[in-house]
Structure formats: structure tokens, C-alpha cells
């Protein structure tokens, strides 16, 4: 999903991106089909490295978590789609099993600033 470079958004305090936990937030963009739909996304720190996805498959754009927060697969490896089971590498966002295979999660650019997180759409 190619999405337009935004501002900069603050999503949450940067003592709130610990190891082990996810942050859901929502972007004040919107889809363009359909229309005006709000997009939702996760941050989480992958090792010591801040990384954002939205949270949409790409198989059917549907959200990835099983419940608020929960995105890894049972061995706490991958990121996993709740519908299908597609798992992704949480570095890159690379499907690396199920119906996307070969496909990736769409990535935010993120960054800690002003002791927030912050995210925006990538080029």
C-alpha cells in the first residue's frame, strides 16, 4: 500500500515503547477506498531498533493482532496474521509464510523525539 508522506505523529511517550510490548495507535490519515476509513498501526522495538508497520495483511488488509497488543506468533518470533496465520519477519515486515508469502507489511517511518514516539507514512 503506497501511502502519502505525512507529518510526523506522535503516538504514545517514549518510556512507552519497552521491550516485549506492542503500541496500536491510529494515523489521522484515512484510506482513499473506501473512503475516509481510518488506518490503524503497531510499533514495537525489535531488539533496541524502533520499528512501525500498519497494522493491515496484505492479503486482505485486514488487522494482524489476535487481541489488543497481541501480533507474535506463540514462539515469539514472528508477527502473525490472526486470520490466516501469515507470518512475518518483525525486521522487515517480509511474509515469510501463508497467503502473502513474498509480499511485506507496509512500513511507517518512526523515531523518538522530544521523549515521544513518533510515526509518518514512507515514500
Known sequence: MNLPVTEWQAIA????LT???????????TTGEPAGV????????????PRAY?????????E??????????VDNLFIQCSTHGA???????????GPCQGDALTPLEIR????EVQVRAQD
Open 87 to 97: 507470518l512475518f519477519k518483525p525486521g522487515s515486515g517480509e511474509c515469510i509464510a
Open 19 to 29: 521491550p516485549g510490548q506492542f503500541l496500536e495507535f491510529r494515523l489521522t490519515q
Open 64 to 73: 494482524l493482532n489476535w487481541l489488543p497488543g497481541r501480533f507474535m506468533d
Open 13 to 16: 511517550a517514549a518510556s512507552d
Open 54 to 62: 500498519l497494522n493491515a495483511c496484505p492479503h486482505l488488509g485486514i
Open 112 to 115: 523518538l523525539q522530544n521523549g
Open 38 to 49: 481510518p488506518l490503524t498501526g503497531f510499533a514495537f522495538l525489535d531488539g533496541d531498533t
